[in-house]
């Protein structure tokens, strides 16, 4: 998954910068989510990180009571966690913005009692709009993927 910045010799520096700027900026616009909220009681308090090349990543543990079909996690889930990366992926940027539209493809089932990792990046910006896309991995397994508008 790649943005279309180049990497330098401050990508380390610029990447901690933004993740200041996506802790802040969760914190002051979305505290209450139910995935990345930090202040909602019952959230899954998701832990992005800004990485060098502008995307963004978390871990996520796929736990039974999130099940739909035997041993797979709910599409709905898997949904909201891409969603999620892609409005913190925003965030890191210093960007809040509610989404306008999301496809999700489902590739294979997401297996319960294992984690995933979910990524984001931004594809490009037009206009008032900004595109991005999201990938979900569980091991070495791309399980779902999506594209947004916001």
């Given at each position: 998954?790649?943005?279309?910045t180049t990497e330098g010799p401050n990508s380390a520096h610029e990447s901690q910068d933004a993740q200041?700027?996506?802790?802040?900026?969760?914190k002051s616009a979305h505290a209450e989510c139910l995935f990345c909220g930090k202040q909602n009681p019952?959230?899954?308090?998701?832990?992005?990180?800004?990485?060098?090349?502008?995307?963004?990543?978390?871990?996520?543990?796929?736990?039974?009571?999130?099940?739909?079909?035997?041993?797979?996690?709910?599409?709905?889930?898997?949904?909201?966690?891409?969603?999620?990366?892609?409005?913190?992926?925003?965030?890191?940027?210093?960007?809040?913005?509610?989404?306008?539209?999301?496809?999700?493809?489902?590739?294979?089932?997401?297996?319960?009692?294992?984690?995933?990792?979910?990524?984001?990046?931004?594809?490009?910006?037009?206009?008032?709009?900004?595109?991005?896309?999201?990938?979900?991995?569980?091991?070495?397994?791309?399980?779902?993927?999506?594209?947004?508008?916001?």
């Amino acid at each position: 998954m790649t943005e279309s910045t180049t990497e330098g010799p401050n990508s380390a520096h610029e990447s901690q910068d933004a993740q200041m700027v996506l802790e802040a900026t969760r914190k002051s616009a979305h505290a209450e989510c139910l995935f990345c909220g930090k202040q909602n009681p019952i959230g899954f308090k998701l832990a992005f990180r800004a990485r060098d090349d502008g995307s963004v990543h978390a871990m996520f543990t796929c736990e039974r009571p999130l099940q739909s079909y035997p041993e797979t996690l709910h599409g709905g889930v898997v949904s909201a966690l891409l969603d999620s990366a892609m409005t913190n992926c925003l965030f890191s940027k210093g960007i809040v913005a509610v989404t306008a539209e999301l496809t999700v493809r489902f590739l294979r089932p997401v297996r319960l009692d294992r984690s995933v990792e979910v990524t984001a990046a931004v594809t490009r910006v037009r206009g008032p709009l900004y595109y991005l896309q999201a990938e979900l991995t569980q091991g070495k397994t791309l399980t779902a993927r999506a594209q947004a508008k916001f």
